[in-house]
């Protein structure tokens, strides 16, 4: 059997798990690395190479794009400190840690190898982290830093896994080499990004037919990834700059039919993307298993172990030390302008360290190598503390996060803010109503002459003022605990002209401009002004 049937059978079988799990509090991202590591312990199933090329190289900037696309750049821009500093300064500070503890338990594991192992599990997956997150009351500010840090940990973890992977083939490392090689990178690939976004997202502009703009869509994050990369660069810069510049400035340019789509391709691509890399997570245990066969399960277990507890405890140590206090006690007008937290905002953070896939692509990157340890290559090492770390976090903290959100409090905090966005997307309505009912009535008397347009547009303005008095209403006897059905609400909705669409359109993105709605709201708005296009056109 060929390796695309095997593909097929593999998203096949995401379907299968993911309808009879979708409900389940357990995070599919485990319960699709459990499905793998049953698959792969069946004598009859074939075996699948993982590719770490088609990881790194292929799913990695989709994934990356997606996300960032997705993403309000206003609401990253405004917790940029704790981001930079979780995804620059933590993936530093959990690299130096992890090459201190395994040097320390393999002697024989050379410095530049122990720093290989450390920069591959530093970064936290934004693929977990985020689509377990997706699923709990998190306080709005907890997931912007969470997704922010994802975007952003892979190109800091990627770039120094570059610089000691070189070190340990080449027995050389330029500590100056690599400041100035990754502040390079830093500073080129997002002054590419930025001016490739505006580029792009100007010719996407003129693209009126769909199919070619979705095309267009899927080969944007590759035109951003692969030449950072041929420069030296990790690309995943580049393609988060890209995808913000593209989804916060030119989304609103694009054309309604497009937008309706990529709302539905994108976030389904990414699922069947992020289901597939840890379907293949456990699907690689039994031959890790079987090629660090040498070594004692007691010793396997002692890496294991310490290196987790290291990547958990660090964490810790990292989130309250060097993103919560220290700043404060540094910069003092900080702590006015931003006072602590409550505790329970970094303990969460600190819990939210998953490893994932992106993980074992970078460990499965490296080559084979002529040292051996007790036998066996380090790189076979490297991707078995990998594997079961990846896994370890997932059972330890992937089930435990919604045990510790409850008992924290802070899913009410979660709830708050969703009523909150609740409200602002009812009050936004509102005001779109208003707009087009202020048009209207300017047109009607224009028009007086014209008894069936009279009529017509006469008839728009009862339903509008109907819609508007429902949505009024609805405003002022909320009560905080309940939310509208949108799928009711749509069906309720009335049609109106094209022209008084673009006229709510207009008002959006007036709202969007003096920042009165975040782009969640924004685009769930937009879909709606879509889906009523949608159904004038048909």
């Keep these: 059997m060929d390796q695309f049937t095997l593909y097929l059978i593999l998203f096949a079988i995401i379907v299968l798990v993911g309808q009879m799990f979708q409900k389940s509090s357990v995070p599919l991202a485990l319960i699709f690395v459990i499905s793998g590591m049953l698959l792969s312990f069946i004598p009859l199933f074939p075996k699948i190479n993982l590719d770490s090329k088609l990881i790194l190289n292929f799913f990695l900037p989709l994934l990356v794009y997606q996300i960032s696309a997705f993403s309000s750049w206003r609401d990253v821009k405004k917790q940029i400190r704790p981001i930079a500093l979780l995804s620059i300064g933590h993936v530093i500070f959990i690299t130096i840690l992890v090459a201190i503890v395994i040097h320390a338990l393999v002697p024989q594991l050379v410095w ?30 907890i997931f912007i830093i969470l997704e922010g840090e994802g975007m952003f940990n892979d190109a ?23 400041f100035f090689g990754f502040l390079a990178i830093l500073i080129g690939e997002t002054l590419y990004g930025l001016f490739l976004g505006y580029f792009l997202g100007k010719l996407r502009e003129k693209i ?24 030296g660069g990790t690309g995943i810069l580049a393609t988060a700059v890209v995808g913000f510049v593209i989804g916060n400035k030119f989304t609103l340019r694009f054309t309604p039919e497009y937008r309706l789509i990529a709302l539905s391709i994108w976030p ?73 937290p409550p505790w329970q905002y970094p303990f969460f953070i600190s819990c939210a360290g998953i490893r994932g896939g992106i993980s074992l692509a970078a460990a499965l990157a490296i080559p084979t190598l002529t040292l051996k340890i007790n036998g066996i290559d380090p790189r076979d090492l490297v991707v078995f503390l990998v594997v079961w770390i990846i896994l370890v976090t997932l059972v330890l903290q992937g089930l435990s996060l919604p045990f510790i959100l409850k008992k924290l409090g802070i899913d009410k905090v979660g709830q708050s803010d969703r009523y909150k966005e609740h409200m602002t997307e009812l009050q936004a309505r509102v005001q779109m109503l208003t707009a087009a009912l202020n048009w209207l009535e300017k047109r009607i008397t224009k028009i007086k002459n014209n008894k069936k347009l ?13 819609l508007k008095n429902h949505l009024e209403s609805r405003i002022l006897e909320h009560d905080g605990n309940h939310f509208h059905d949108e799928k009711t609400e749509m069906k309720d909705d009335v ?22 709605i975040n782009l969640k709201t924004r685009n769930k708005l937009l879909s709606t002004l879509d889906h009523q296009i949608q159904r004038h056109l048909i």
């Design 268 to 340: 389904t691509f990414a699922f069947a993307i992020q289901g597939l890399i840890f379907l293949l997570v456990g699907l690689d245990m039994r031959s890790t298993f079987i090629r660090i066969s040498p070594v004692s399960l007691e010793t396997l277990i002692i890496y294991v172990s310490s290196i987790t507890f290291v990547v958990i405890v660090g964490r810790f140590i990292w989130v309250y030390g060097a993103m919560i206090f220290l700043p404060r006690i540094l910069l003092p007008y900080l702590k006015k302008k931003d006072p602590y």
């Design 208 to 231: 009126s037919n769909t199919s070619l703009h979705v095309i267009a869509s899927f080969v944007t994050p590759f035109i951003a990834y692969f030449p950072a990369v041929k420069l």
């Design 454 to 466: 009279l009529t017509e547009i006469s008839q728009h303005i009862y339903e509008y003022q109907m």
């Design 112 to 141: 530049p190898l122990a720093f290989v192992l450390g920069a591959i599990i530093s970064p936290p997956d934004n693929v977990a982290i985020v689509a377990i997150a997706e699923k709990l009351r998190i306080p709005e500010r």
């Design 495 to 516: 049609s109106f002209l094209l022209k008084i669409i673009e006229v709510e359109r207009a008002e959006l993105s007036k709202m969007w401009s003096e920042e009165k």
């Design 156 to 178: 800091a973890a990627l770039t120094l896994f570059r610089f000691a992977l070189a070190a340990a083939l080449t027995n050389e490392f330029s500590i100056t080499h690599a």
